[in-house]
């Protein structure tokens, strides 16, 4: 077995403990209906969210206290990625339009996992082309580290010979977030925009 398949095998086997972690998280989430006020909130002893300091597409500093209040859909990812990142982004933006007027009420995030290479310029021409209101962050390693850790997402940089540049594996969710800061769904490749739209307007009612 030569060195890259190796490599390969390791970090497949570890995005498959990963996902079985997230699976789980799943599980408790459908348990616990509700979620008591405020960040982090703690799903059976797991806990998501929690402060952090990135910078937006226009330069702008935001905390999580710019998201108080706000129902969020929000993806990490990064913009070199050649399909999962882009897809998913399209996914939120079909569920914002099925919403219909709803989906005003919704925030739209995308967080890179990569800032080395994802510059606010870079963030700002790729938010732009999914949807007008998508927020994109980034920052130093250090904050993105930070947010990376808090909410439970998987990236590592990936070196192959036959490649001219790296790229990202990285776990992919769409994590809906309540206006308490609570998670409310998270959702893989395999939920469309339809499943993420139904309950997000389950939600939404549940708030009237
Ligand atoms: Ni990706």
């Known amino acids: ?3 890259s398949l190796k490599n390969r095998l390791k970090r497949t086997a570890l995005l498959a403990l990963i996902g079985l972690g997230i699976g789980a998280l799943i599980a408790a989430i459908q348990i616990l209906q509700e979620t008591k006020q405020g960040t982090p909130s703690t799903v059976a002893g797991i806990a998501i969210g929690g402060p952090f300091n990135l910078t937006d597409q226009a330069g702008k500093t935001v905390t999580e206290k710019d998201f108080a ?5 929000m993806y990490f990812g990064f913009t070199s990625c050649p399909a999962i990142c882009p897809t998913e982004l399209s996914k939120i933006v079909a569920v914002l339009k099925a919403l219909g007027p709803d989906g005003d009420g919704i925030t ?4 890179t996992v990569d800032p080395a290479r994802d510059t606010v310029d870079v963030i700002k021409s ?3 082309q999914f949807h007008p209101r998508l927020i994109g962050l980034t920052g130093t390693q250090e904050q993105i580290d930070v ?3 808090n909410y439970r997402i998987y990236a ?3 070196d192959t010979p036959e490649m001219s540049d790296y790229t990202m594996d ?4 769409i994590y809906f977030i309540g206006p308490d800061g609570a998670l409310r769904g998270i959702y893989r490749a395999q939920d469309d925009a339809q499943i993420i739209a139904h309950d997000v307007e389950k939600f939404l009612k549940k708030l009237r």
């Open 108 to 111: 739209p995030v995308f967080v």
């Open 1 to 3: 077995m030569n060195a």
């Open 156 to 158: 590592a940089r990936v």
């Open 170 to 173: 990285h776990s992919s969710f």
């Open 126 to 128: 790729y938010v732009a």
């Open 147 to 149: 947010i990376l850790k």
């Open 69 to 73: 209040g706000k129902t969020l859909l």
